[in-house]
């Protein structure tokens, strides 16, 4: 099942008024992102508070920083490997990573989706009080 199919299956489900809480890598292929964002959209839609939290580790998900030698990367739902010298696709990989990530925040805050970036490197719980901290802050 994909999470949109489930988003969608929970949508139609609850009935009351709810808050639903997305916790997710966003590790999945284009037209997933764009179903995963219709099902988000029908959330809001039917009235519920969503919040997207983006869970990446910071020091190679997010940064891309492995030693300066070649290394065998491997696809964990494909299997498909590709072998590579990671300092000559780190700024391409980060900046790549940091447009997606922008551009998904951005079409969660357009439809008052909260999207929030928690590190896996960091206790969770101390990310989501400073999560919970900032939004009764601002409301």
Do not use: W
């Not at 839609?45 to 020091?59: D, K, P, S």
């Not at 990671?86 to 447009?99: G, I, K, N, S």
């Amino acid at each position: 099942t994909s999470a949109a199919a489930a988003l969608d299956e929970v949508a139609q489900r609850v009935e009351r008024r709810s808050l639903i809480v997305v916790i997710t890598d966003l590790f999945e292929n284009i037209a997933a992102h764009d179903d995963l964002l219709r099902a988000l959209r029908h959330l809001r839609h039917r009235g519920h508070e969503v919040i997207v939290f983006h869970v990446l580790e910071g020091n190679t998900e997010r940064q891309f920083r492995f030693p300066d030698r070649p290394m065998l990367f491997r696809d964990v739902e494909t299997g498909e490997e590709v072998s590579l010298q990671p300092a000559q696709l780190r700024d391409h990989y980060t900046e790549a990573v940091d447009h997606f990530t922008e551009t998904f925040r951005r079409s969660c805050l357009e439809h008052d989706i909260d999207f929030a970036e928690l590190d896996t490197n960091e206790p969770y719980d101390t990310a989501l009080m400073e999560y919970l901290n900032k939004r009764s802050r601002l409301a």
